[in-house]
């Protein structure tokens, strides 16, 4: 790694005077040439287990707009599928696994050791991205938290309040746990292999975090990121890890010490000026632009950007949303954003 990237050093604790910025599903729909290679790969999944196909889109915002980082295109539930689930995505309505409701279903998930030949097509993919991507361009790997992969798997899709995982948890818990325990191994080796392949920086994003709430919330979403980015660390000392418990409103205090990420991501559900009083003080933070200002643009874009890059300007700071950037955004928006923060 060097340190003339603008990432590590952000998440080495640097304050910089431009905020280094990339973009949550900055390879996707609002861009035309996503939209050209997917369907040449055919289907989703095909465009994730395809590496040639998914370095590309990987690459395509790249090109387009010079981002600092590059994020890896794939989905979080690759790990699941490795681990024994069916997988398929109905169209318009989102994916669909198999699901594990009870002890017995537990035996269909194969060991850890296992997952490596169905996901080593990503690794493959993390290997092209390192060697063609910019020199000053960081490659960010990913995983889900095991708290929002077991939401899908418990309930076989996504769900508005994740009541089918709440709902084991309450009436199994040690199915429940055990579910969360071999996730967080799961992840831990996925990530590991990522970062062997070339990833130089890897996030956990726990997009369901919000809804565990007081002691759930630091058993099931605190915990198993602390424990993933603990044997990350040890594994491989100076790979960053960002976290992203999506949600967390007030519970995003103390975040850095609970989970030892060098970088914790917001939502926009909290402002750029609460996060710097109350969560910046502990090390850097990535965020937290509304996604639906990359669809209305305007002068309030401009604005919230520049007032999101002075709250965060004291302290290290990585700009991006605060959720990923929808299919109907306007990619002349996402220019214009990524020149306010370069000349603010």
């Not at 590059?70 to 309505?93: K, R």
């Not at 002890?103 to 993919?125: G, Q």
């Not at 949600?247 to 060098?262: F, I, L, N, P, R």
């Amino acid at each position: 790694m060097t340190t003339e990237k603008t990432i590590l050093r952000a998440l080495a604790g640097e304050t910089l005077p431009t905020p280094p910025i990339w973009m949550m599903r900055q390879a996707g729909r609002y861009l035309p040439e996503y939209k050209a290679t997917r369907a040449e790969a055919g289907d989703f999944l095909s465009l994730c287990y395809n590496p040639e196909l998914a370095a590309e889109v990987t690459l395509q915002p790249i090109r387009r707009f010079g981002f600092d980082a590059a994020i890896l295109f794939a989905d979080i539930l690759l790990l699941p599928q490795a681990l024994g689930m069916d997988l398929w995505f109905e169209t318009g309505e989102g994916p669909r696994l198999s699901t594990i409701t009870k002890a017995d279903d537990l035996s269909v998930l194969k060991p850890v050791d296992e997952i490596h030949e169905t996901l080593n097509p990503v690794y493959e993919t993390v290997g092209i991205l390192s060697e063609e991507l910019p020199k000053e361009t960081t490659l960010i790997g990913f995983a889900g938290a095991p708290w929002t992969v077991a939401t899908y798997m418990i309930a076989g899709r996504g769900t508005p309040d994740q009541g089918p995982a709440h709902k084991l948890k309450a009436k199994d818990r040690a199915t429940f746990e055990a579910v969360i325990d071999l996730l967080t191994e799961g992840t831990i080796a996925y990530l590991s292999r990522q970062i062997e392949a070339g990833a130089e920086v890897v996030k956990i994003f726990d997009s369901w975090a919000g809804s565990l709430q007081g002691d759930d919330f630091k058993s099931y979403s605190l915990e198993p990121t602390r424990k993933i980015t603990e044997a990350i660390k040890a594994k491989h000392p100076g790979v960053p890890v960002i976290a992203f418990p999506r949600g967390a409103g007030e519970g995003y205090v103390g975040t850095h010490s609970a989970t030892g990420a060098d970088c914790i991501a917001l939502d926009d559900g909290v402002t750029a000026e609460w996060a710097a009083a109350n969560l910046q003080t502990g090390g850097c933070v990535q965020g937290n632009l509304a996604s639906y200002h990359m669809v209305s643009g305007g002068d309030e874009l401009v604005s919230e950007t520049k007032r999101i890059c002075e709250a965060f300007s004291q302290g290290p700071h990585i700009f991006n949303l605060g959720h990923g950037i929808t299919p109907d955004a306007d990619p002349k928006n996402v220019a214009i954003m990524i020149e306010t923060v370069r000349n603010s």
